[in-house]
Each structure stands twice: as C-alpha cells, then as structure tokens.
C-alpha cells in the first residue's frame, strides 16, 4: 500500500526558509498530484500548493510568493520550500497524494504523518 | 476565490443519533469538485467523501455525501463513538488549479 513518509526541521527562525520532503513508497508516483497542506494550532487545514511528476505546480496564490514546491522522480520524492518564515508559519505541515483532471476531483487519499514545524526566535 | 462555510462550528450529539453538516460555496462548484474529510485529534485528515457523493475506499456506508450548487451535506446516519472528530469539506477550482477547505466542524459527544 502506498505511504508517505516526510521529514524536514521542526524548529526555524524568522526569516529563514522552511525545507521538507516526502517521500511515496508503495505505489506509482506518475499518476497523481503530491501536495502540501498546513494546519496551525487549533486552526483548520490549508492547501499551499502541489506538484505533478513532470514538475508542474500550482499554488495557493497567498503563498506564492514564497513557496517553491519541487519534485525529484528519481527517489520518488517531492519537496517543499517557504522562504522567510514567520511565527504565523507555525504549524504541522501535511503531504499528501491526490488526483484531479478535467470534470474530476477524486480528494487526498494518502496523507504523510505530519511535521510540527515551530517559527521562533 | 471561491470560500467555502461550514455550519455549525460544533455539532453535540448522542452516539446513535444523525449528524447533519452544511458546507455552503461563495459560488456555484461543479459536485465533481467537492471533497469530504475526517480528522481526529493529532491525526492526519481521511478522506470521505469526493465528487461531492462517492465514499473513498473503506468508507463505511454511514457516511454519505449530498448537494450541487453552493449547499452540499455530510450525513453520517448513526453516530458510532469513533465519529466524533472535526469534518472538512474542500473543493478543488479548475482555473486555475487550486483546493480550499472550509472551517471545518467538530461534531462532539453530548
């Protein structure tokens, strides 16, 4: 069964740039989206963005400008960039898989066991 | 931007009873494009229900999905103790690529 495993450091200072990876184990990574959701405490979930297999992304546009979302399909990895953090950046941060084409959307299926990522100086 | 609004924030109910969830859409999303999600405490989110009415695999068929337009329901028809968590919905925008969530609702034993 496909898994996502992702690590990355947990513990940041304002202005430097949040680093993660995740990596699928178990199952193609040709065919679906690999994306990246956070939560801050207490707080719902929001989508920062996700990557194809050839590299293509999309954005949520309140992060983009910030965010970098990369893929290396050799180590069927994908990985997460946020330059110059905040503490409103605190949050667990989620890899997932998921899978959308013209007329369909069929959700986030496969989800990463999360990193708590702290923004503190 | 399309901003999705869940309703109630919190839902109390009895293990048994019917738990009705709203997510009403800024404007109109096509059903294919709304998504269900189950998250307990200090676990990642599950995935429920997608194309606003299809269960994911291993959905028990308590959970059903329903709605078109800007108002779409999560039903869970007999409230097992495993149940009581947050729910999201989400959709996904086409042009271009982009997903929200709502708020969510948590839906907690009374």
């Known amino acids: 069964q496909v898994q996502l495993h992702q690590w990355g450091a947990g513990l940041l200072k304002p202005s430097e740039t949040l680093s993660l990876t995740c990596a699928v184990s178990?199952?193609?990574?040709?065919?679906?989206?690999w994306s990246w959701i956070r939560q801050p405490p207490g707080k719902g979930l929001e989508w920062i963005g996700e990557?194809?297999?050839?590299?293509?992304?999309n954005y949520n546009p309140s992060l983009k400008t910030r965010v970098t979302i990369s893929v290396d399909t050799s180590k069927n990895q994908f990985s997460l960039k946020l330059s110059s953090v905040t503490a409103a950046d605190t949050a667990v941060y989620y890899c997932?898989?998921?899978?959308?084409?013209?007329?369909?959307?069929?959700?986030?299926?496969?989800w990463g066991q999360g990193t708590t990522v702290t923004v503190s100086s | 931007e399309i901003v999705l609004t869940q309703s109630p924030g919190t839902l109390s109910l009895s293990p048994g009873e019917r738990a009705t969830l709203s997510c009403r859409a800024s404007?109109?999303?096509?059903?294919?494009?709304l998504a269900w999600y189950q998250q307990k405490s200090g676990q990642a989110p599950r995935l429920l229900i997608y194309?606003?009415?299809s269960r994911a695999t291993g959905i028990p068929d308590r959970f059903s999905g329903s709605g078109s337009g800007t108002d779409f329901t999560l039903t869970i028809s007999r409230l097992e103790p495993e149940d009581f968590a947050v729910y999201y919905c989400?959709?996904?925008?086409?042009?271009?690529?982009?997903?929200?969530f709502g708020g969510g609702t948590k839906v907690e034993i009374k």
């Open positions: 997932a898989r998921g899978l959308h084409g013209t007329y369909y959307y069929s959700g986030m299926d496969v």
């Open positions: 178990g199952g193609s990574f040709s065919d679906y989206h």
């Open positions: 990557i194809d297999h050839s590299g293509g992304t």
């Open positions: 404007q109109s999303v096509s059903s294919n494009y």
């Open positions: 194309g606003a009415s």
């Open positions: 989400q959709q996904f925008g086409s042009s271009p690529p982009a997903l929200t």
